[in-house]
């Protein structure tokens, strides 16, 4: 599995966001420039984030956004399922209208990978990153033990 430019962008979006948080608004043009984003790929992605709660946006000359949840509570399988859709490695984990669904021998398998996906995923979170990044650890963030 290979996450789309969606799904990370959104990740460093939102980092963007929770290591500016206290600061006021963030523009399109801070974070695109300190993410290397382009403002109309982020205006596209930006929506999503805003719809699913993460983020406020205010128009106008003193506009931008901010995260509007504690990044304590925004993990990383959230983002990836809002940006990305569910996390599933094979259609057949979540289809078990599968004609091989009750003969294939690999579909255990694929849903043991995906449930191990989502369960690092689902343990990470924004503060996690951000309190790494701000110790100097930005390049090998430890997890969090479930």
Not at 4 to 22: E, I, N
Not at 101 to 110: E, G, H, K, R, S
């Amino acid at each position: 599995m290979k996450l789309s430019t969606k799904g990370r962008y959104g990740v460093r979006m939102l980092l963007d966001l929770a290591l500016h948080q206290g600061e006021g608004q963030r523009t399109l043009k801070e974070v695109s420039e300190a993410q290397n984003i382009s403002q109309k790929y982020m205006s596209r992605l930006l929506p999503k984030l805003v719809r699913a709660g993460f983020v406020k946006s205010a128009r106008g000359v003193d506009g931008g956004y901010q995260l509007c949840k504690d990044p304590a509570e925004i993990t990383f399988l959230q983002i990836v399922e809002i940006m990305e859709g569910p996390i599933c490695l094979t259609p057949c984990v979540k289809d078990t209208n599968c004609p091989r669904f009750d003969l294939c021998p690999a579909t255990d398998i694929w849903k043991r990978i995906s449930n191990s996906m989502r369960e690092v995923l689902a343990n990470v979170t924004l503060q996690d990153v951000v309190n790494s990044a701000k110790a100097g650890c930005a390049r090998e963030t430890p997890l969090p033990q479930p």
